[in-house]
């Protein structure tokens, strides 16, 4: 089983419409979750990043954490032509554990005008 | 907003020949590490370097690659001898203390 297991898509919607990315992980020792969006040619830009389970919200898009399923998604709300990217899951043990990122392989979103 | 920057943008090399990618991460940010991406595959973990040491490598960090930060402000990956499966592209990332590591836009290598 892959530690981190992400959809590629493609994904293609409407402008406006609500947006749902989600990453499966098997390795419990994670704790902390990012989201990341990367354009074209483009490194990874950070766009979330939480440590507990729940919610975080920041403007159009909110993280959710279920680390009980082991299970972490990102909501884009009113979606723009310009959020489409690619969106990248990224996880990590907890401080003083392995630092290194697992990315999952990345969700390719397309928002149409 | 501060920006971790990664030169050159991209480098062609002929397989055999050293390469070495560029830099610069956020000014007082101390955690640095690089990262590679295959072509259509994911984004892979190479080596974390803190205190003027690694302090974590992955299995693809052999004995071909070397980190340095010869100076306050530059962070080097070195590729000794090049391969063509080393053709990918090449993340730098930094972060400060208990903050999400920060990615440069990379360096796309191309290995001949």
């Known amino acids: 089983q892959k530690e981190v297991e992400q959809d590629p898509g493609p994904l293609s919607v409407p402008e406006g419409a609500i947006v749902s990315l989600n990453c499966t992980y098997s390795?419990?020792?994670?704790?902390?979750f990012m989201w990341y969006r990367q354009y074209s040619r483009k490194g990874p830009e950070l766009l979330m990043y939480t440590y507990s389970s729940g919610n975080k919200e920041d403007g159009r898009f909110t993280a959710q954490v279920d680390k009980s399923s082991k299970y972490i998604s990102l909501f884009i709300r009113d979606s723009q032509p310009s959020d489409s990217a690619t969106y990248l899951c990224?996880?990590?043990?907890?401080?003083?554990?392995?630092?290194?990122?697992?990315f999952g392989k990345g969700t390719k979103l397309t928002v149409n005008p | 907003e501060p920006e971790v920057t990664q030169t050159p943008s991209h480098q062609v090399t002929q397989m055999g020949q050293e390469v070495i990618l560029r830099c610069v991460p956020i000014s007082n940010h101390l955690y640095f590490y690089w990262y590679r991406q295959i072509l259509g595959q994911k984004v892979e973990f190479l080596v974390s370097f803190y205190n003027n040491e690694i302090s974590e490598k992955s299995e693809i960090f052999d004995d071909q690659f070397s980190v340095e930060r010869p100076d306050g402000s530059n962070f080097t990956l070195k590729i000794r001898s090049t391969k063509l499966e080393d053709s990918a592209m090449y993340f730098c990332?930094?972060?400060?203390?208990?903050?999400?590591?920060?990615f440069g836009d990379g360096t796309r290598l191309s290995i001949l």
């Open positions: 990332a930094s972060r400060g203390r208990n903050q999400p590591q920060h």
């Open positions: 990224a996880m990590r043990r907890s401080q003083g554990g392995s630092e290194k990122l697992v």
């Open positions: 390795n419990s020792a994670f704790q902390y």
